[in-house]
């Protein structure tokens, strides 16, 4: 089994900036992040993985950027010129083996517990 222990989040005024981390307990092939609102379904942000680098979703290009310490198992996601429109919960997702969809949630077996991100108008 894989623990994934996420930090950051938080409240911050749109345009603003957090940053969000994640940490596996063991070896994970790719680790990324998604995020869901109430109501709606979980959609990825952004992932890394050991082959095929960094992925990004259209909502999130050229503002967020995923980086991983492969030697710590650890994932960070860098998010600039938040909106609102950003605000979800984050959770940090992971799996040992390749995917075939990186951006389809059932297909990963690890999951954080979820941070909350708030952008303010």
């Known amino acids: 089994q894989v623990q994934l222990v996420e930090s950051g989040g938080g409240s911050v005024q749109s345009g603003g900036s957090l940053r969000l981390s994640c940490a596996a307990s063991?070896?994970?092939?790719?680790m990324g992040w998604f995020r869901q609102v109430p109501g709606k379904e979980r959609e990825g942000g952004a992932i890394?993985?050991?082959?095929?680098?960094?992925k990004y979703a259209d909502s999130v290009k050229g503002r967020f950027t995923i980086s991983q310490d492969i030697s710590k198992n650890t994932l960070n996601l860098e998010m600039n010129n938040l909106k609102p429109e950003d605000t979800a919960m984050y959770y940090c997702?992971?799996?040992?083996?390749?995917?075939?969809?990186?951006?389809?949630?059932?297909?990963?077996?690890?999951w954080g517990q979820g941070t909350q991100v708030t952008v303010s108008s």
């Open positions: 997702a992971a799996d040992r083996h390749p995917l075939a969809n990186w951006n389809d949630a059932s297909g990963y077996n690890y």
């Open positions: 063991k070896y994970v092939y790719c």
């Open positions: 890394i993985s050991r082959d095929d680098g960094s």
